[in-house]
């Protein structure tokens, strides 16, 4: 059974940071891609960044290159989102995805597989 579990949401301070964490289960994890999104109350989710574990390679929205840095670790099955410079558009809930095919998509169609999410609140 695929399952997807993120930590590390929380509450900060705008300027602040934090790590969210995506542990996998039940698949290949290298052979996949891992993606971040987030939806904010009243808005669309929104894709932040995504993996592809094998390749190393990352892709970022707009709105957070530079700011957000995704990374994986293999050996634990788990992707991380680095998030530094946090402003209070940022708060929402985080999900962590995976996509089978993969493609390195921040659309939230490409994903087959989500997590529960956490909670992010930058306060201004």
């Known amino acids: 059974e695929v399952q997807l579990v993120e930590s590390g949401g929380g509450l900060v301070q705008a300027g602040g940071s934090l790590r969210l964490s995506c542990a996998a289960s039940?698949?290949?994890?290298?052979?996949?891609?891992i993606g971040w999104f987030r939806q904010a109350p009243g808005k669309e989710r929104e894709g932040v960044s995504c993996?592809?574990?094998?390749?190393?390679?990352?892709y970022y929205s707009e709105s957070v290159k530079g700011r957000f840095t995704i990374s994986s670790d293999s050996a634990k099955n788990t992707v991380y989102l680095q998030m530094h410079s946090l402003k209070p558009e940022d708060t929402a809930v985080y999900y962590c995805?995976?996509?089978?095919?993969?493609?390195?998509?921040?659309?939230?169609?490409?994903?087959?597989?989500w997590g529960q999410g956490t909670q992010v609140t930058v306060s201004s």
């Open positions: 995805a995976a996509d089978l095919s993969p493609t390195l998509s921040l659309l939230d169609t490409a994903y087959e597989y």
């Open positions: 993996i592809i574990s094998t390749d190393g390679i990352t």
């Open positions: 039940g698949f290949t994890f290298d052979d996949y891609a």
